[in-house]
């Protein structure tokens, strides 16, 4: 079992940037691919990014490909979200969470069954 904190949310105006943290404790953080969610009132949560810590391989959704980059830092046990060009409809939570990877990334990072350890979640507010 692994502990997620998320940090660096805010408000900012349309087309500025934020680079969000998650911060991972515990044992093994190199077997453990990491995802990055959000939620907006009234919606479903969403998978907005994905990382393998192992190799590094990445995931992203059309609806942010180009936009947002994953990265980690396997010294700090932190993963990041560098998010460009924001728009009023990113405004939400966004969450990081960790899961086994057992088969690809495409398959596993869209769906929120497959991360069993969650963070409280950091607010993104993109003003018009």
């Known amino acids: 079992q692994v502990q997620l904190v998320e940090s660096g949310g805010g408000l900012v105006q349309a087309g500025a940037s934020l680079r969000l943290s998650c911060a991972v404790s515990?044992?093994?953080?190199?077997?453990?691919?990491i995802g990055w969610f959000r939620q907006a009132p009234g919606k479903e949560r969403e998978g907005v990014s994905c990382?393998?810590?192992?190799?590094?391989?990445?995931y992203y959704p059309d609806s942010v490909k180009g936009r947002f980059t994953i990265s980690r830092d396997t010294a700090k046990n932190t993963v990041y979200l560098q998010m460009n060009n924001l728009e009023p409809e990113d405004t939400a939570v966004y969450y990081c969470?960790?899961?086994?990877?057992?088969?690809?990334?495409?398959?596993?990072?869209?769906?929120?069954?497959?991360?069993?350890?969650w963070g409280h979640g950091t607010q993104v507010t993109v003003s018009p």
């Open positions: 990382i393998s810590i192992t190799d590094a391989s990445t």
């Open positions: 969470a960790a899961g086994i990877l057992t088969s690809t990334l495409q398959f596993m990072c869209p769906v929120r069954k497959y991360f069993a350890s």
């Open positions: 515990g044992d093994n953080f190199e077997w453990y691919t």
